[in-house]
């Protein structure tokens, strides 16, 4: 069998990796030399990739549920909502343009769009264009809400908005009531609309095999998402998934890493905010303002969430320089 070393020099030599050599990147111990062996090279090949340019995305949460779509580790499942009485709260938008502004002013290199997916989509794009209309034409702007149709996603690239984030999570269909086809056809509806993908392979569990994780880091490359991700679920308070606890951070920097050497084209590959990941070679970071389906605050900003500056003294203390200027790619 091919050693952790050989497969190594294979990345660095950009040849593909077989699946069977994936699965035995993520299969590694997380605590060996070879882990730390796999995480230096993904360090070494995100610089390269992204010629030492971290980068630091925003998102804006339009609402908070109860959501339809029960995903289980969502605070916003209606599932994980305890007391009935609870409504729909939506961010005014007088707020939603005053994050977008001051994510512009602290200089975040792309802002999205989020909201569950009982927003109604009419409003939605509307806010779209009026976020558009607030941050000129250089900032990307993605949406991340319902699933799409063809008509919706042509909408949405109508209101001007760049790109989505779309992810077919780890359960799809089995702890979510969205179809894994559904997922997938809003990826290629968003594609033919001219909407570029940014992705995650999400959200990942202690409770999750490597062969899952193997086959999940697949699919999201088959994508060619111009952004992706690996990132482990977090155990929110009160969510039905949250008694199965959460990936140590050495486990989710290995799969990180991993996921790293089997990509030999996505620049930046997002995680938490850690000096470990960001030493692993994950180079993009998310700040968060207005609601969060991972935090149980009604405005993230005063919980999980993280300011843009605090992301760039993050990347800066394990050796990062942060990109100035619009995330590139989106527009052209
Ligand atoms: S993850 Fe999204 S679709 Fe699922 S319950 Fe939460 S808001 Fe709804």
């Not at 995650?200 to 999750?208: A, N, S």
Request: glycine residues 8%; proline residues 5%; hydrophobic residues 35%.
């Amino acid at each position: 069998m091919i050693s952790v070393d050989e497969i190594i020099e294979k990345s660095f030599s950009k040849e593909a990796i077989s699946s069977e050599e994936a699965l035995s990147l993520y299969q590694t111990d997380p605590y060996s030399k070879e882990a730390f062996m796999i995480r230096w090279a993904a360090l070494k090949q995100s610089m390269e990739l992204a010629d030492g340019l971290a980068e630091i995305h925003a998102q804006i949460g339009l609402d908070s549920g109860p959501c339809p779509r029960n995903c289980q580790f969502c605070s916003f499942a209606a599932c994980n909502t305890k007391d009935p009485s609870v409504k729909r709260r939506e961010t005014p938008l007088k707020d939603i343009l005053e994050y977008a502004k001051i994510y512009v002013d602290q200089g975040a290199n792309l802002i999205l769009l989020l909201s569950t997916e009982a927003y109604d989509f009419d409003k939605y794009a509307e806010i779209c264009g009026r976020v558009r209309e607030a941050v000129g034409k250089r900032t990307p702007l993605l949406a991340n809400t319902g699933d799409l149709t063809p008509d919706r996603a042509k909408r949405l690239k109508d209101m001007g908005m760049d790109g989505i984030y779309h992810a077919a999570r780890l359960g799809e269909g089995a702890i979510t009531e969205i179809p894994v086809e559904t997922r997938l056809a809003t990826v290629e509806n968003a594609k033919k609309a001219g909407l570029k993908l940014s992705t995650c392979l999400e959200p990942i569990g202690p409770d999750h095999t490597a062969e899952q994780i193997a086959e999940r880091a697949q699919m999201c490359m088959s994508w060619e998402p111009l952004t992706s991700g690996v990132g482990r679920r977090v155990a929110v308070p009160g969510t039905k998934t949250a008694r199965l606890g959460m990936l140590s951070q050495p486990l989710n920097a290995l799969y990180a890493a991993s996921y790293r050497l089997t990509d030999h084209r996505t620049k930046l590959i997002a995680s938490v905010h850690s000096e470990l990941m960001a030493n692993s070679g994950s180079n993009l970071s998310w700040s968060e303002m207005g609601s969060n389906p991972r935090d149980t605050r009604r405005k993230t900003e005063s919980g999980r969430g993280r300011t843009v500056q605090e992301i760039k003294n993050l990347f800066s203390e394990a050796g990062w320089k942060v990109r100035k200027g619009p995330s590139p790619g989106w527009t052209d």
